[in-house]
């Protein structure tokens, strides 16, 4: 049966049938063993203290295919970490496998900076395939460094160059990077403090958290009010801001907590800086390439950018990245931004594999349905438990907030977070075989980002296994 059509069946099913857990045991695994100790000693000894992930996932990974992982020990896990997102079609999928043998076996040079070659020709007309017709029709492309975050800082000379302006306008708990210029753009406070000088003229406006809405009133009110303060900050001479030569917008944010802006919201801010001649960065790094249930998350809102980031999902497992960017804006001088690693064969090879692949399988639409399906297994747990404050997510990005009922709630009833019981849980479910990351406000979002390929029974067993880490001695039932 194929994905789309398992989909199918199950939200047929699932329409009326109360869903159920723990059908089937569920071992606890020693994390980490012996064998995956010695790596993570090894590690700790010679690895930077900025290291983050194996804090909360100690394991030494030996072998990896589908969304399954093994480590030393022999212990099996459900990834539903996938690199952050990146690996779109799981661990080693044949065809991103194929495609990187076949390149290698093409004598080509792995290495040519910008220089074209007939698998980069094949890589930008497969990509300019999956975008919007609107916005492809006018698209230019810069190839950047490896990471996401080159991307960003790309994008802001783009604007800053075609503008002719200075100042630039991101969201409160958006994530766009580590380096120098894209750390000032992020929201989180952690990794600034200790970083004096970041880019000035940086300012950060509310986003629709609407769960915790900024201005406390919550749903479409919540939204409207955003939007209006925007408005105004912007047309306002005594704001204290200079006309910004951009904005950079998530409409999912993902290390952000998992908060998808509502669409009418994502339009408004087009209209609002497309009457202004502000250009709309819109940040696509976790979201590209299906993961929300739509190629591009910002076509929900049906929405054409000035501009749109890629990394992670694109290069196939892959590092690449490129900024996508209307033909207008095109104004920089050649060498105006360079990096020795923007031609990356492999990568190119590996992302137009998986970019066909993704299009040929419908994998946007199957990411709907199973994140359809997790989400509302989701929503089930939620109702057994207290402890869970939130569910929300598009596709297959999803999160839940974890908060503490023991605290008085906010104006609009929802309870603190709860970052120690969010760890708990992330603990639990590793010892069960499950990879889960924390993301959000203090950490407390549960995070659910697991590879577009996974089946509605590979579902079921992640919400089994997060079932069971809810009920587990020591995380406590959360009333």
């Not at 003229?201 to 986003?207: A, I, S």
């Not at 497309?274 to 390439?289: K, N, Y």
């Not at 892959?318 to 990096?339: C, F, I, N, T």
């Not at 906010?410 to 760890?423: I, L, W």
Request: hydrophobic content about 40%; proline content about 6%.
């Amino acid at each position: 049966m194929q994905p789309i059509e398992q989909a199918s069946e199950f939200l047929e099913k699932s329409s009326t049938a109360k869903l159920s857990y723990l059908k089937l045991p569920i071992p606890e695994i020693s994390v980490p063993g012996p064998i995956s100790q010695v790596y993570l000693d090894r590690q700790a000894q010679r690895e930077s203290n900025a290291r983050s992930y194996p804090r909360r996932i100690p394991i030494a990974i030996t072998e990896a295919k589908g969304i399954y992982l093994k480590d030393a020990d022999g212990s099996s896990y459900i990834d539903c970490l996938a690199g952050a997102g990146t690996l779109a079609l799981g661990h080693n999928h044949p065809v991103v496998v194929e495609a990187i043998q076949a390149a290698l076996e093409t004598g080509l040079p792995l290495h040519t900076l910008d220089l074209t070659t007939p698998v980069k020709d094949q890589f930008v007309e497969e990509l300019f395939a999956s975008l919007p017709p609107a916005f492809a029709r006018r698209a230019r492309i810069q190839f950047c460094g490896p990471s996401g975050a080159d991307a960003v800082e790309a994008a802001v000379k783009l604007v800053k160059t075609a503008t002719g302006r200075r100042s630039m306008l991101s969201f409160h708990g958006g994530y766009h990077g580590m380096t120098h210029g894209a750390l000032s753009l992020t929201g989180s406070l952690a990794p600034k403090e200790a970083v004096a000088g970041l880019m000035s003229d940086v300012h950060f406006l509310p986003y629709p958290y609407l769960y915790r809405c900024p201005f406390g009133l919550g749903g479409e009110a919540g939204a409207q009010a955003i939007s209006r303060y925007i408005e105004n900050l912007l047309d306002d001479p005594a704001s204290g801001i200079v006309p910004p030569a951009g904005m950079i917008l998530e409409t999912v944010q993902g290390e952000g907590g998992v908060i998808p802006a509502p669409d009418a919201w994502i339009a408004d801010i087009r209209r609002i800086t497309r009457d202004r001649q502000i250009p709309l960065i819109v940040d696509e790094i976790q979201t590209g390439l299906g993961r929300t249930g739509k190629l591009y998350a910002f076509e929900h809102a049906g929405i054409t950018p000035d501009v749109v980031l890629l990394s992670k999902a694109i290069g196939g497992s892959l590092p690449l990245s490129v900024v996508l960017y209307d033909e207008a804006l095109d104004q920089w001088q050649a060498g105006a931004h360079a990096g020795t690693f923007r031609g990356n064969q492999l990568a190119m090879a590996a992302g137009t594999a998986t970019v066909r692949y993704i299009l040929e399988h419908r994998l946007a639409d199957h990411a709907k349905a199973m994140g359809d399906r997790l989400l509302a297994h989701l929503r089930q747990i939620q109702s057994e438990f207290g402890l869970i404050g939130d569910v929300r997510g598009r596709g297959l990005m999803i999160g839940v907030e974890v908060v503490d009922c023991d605290l008085p709630p906010d104006s609009q009833g929802n309870h603190p977070a709860h970052p120690q019981r969010a760890a708990q849980i992330q603990a639990a479910a590793l010892r069960r075989g499950l990879i889960l990351e924390l993301g959000g406000r203090h950490d407390s979002v549960v995070r659910f980002l697991p590879p577009l390929i996974v089946t509605a029974e590979e579902i079921d067993r992640i919400a089994e296994i997060f079932h069971a880490a809810i009920q587990a001695k020591g995380v406590g039932s959360g009333e």
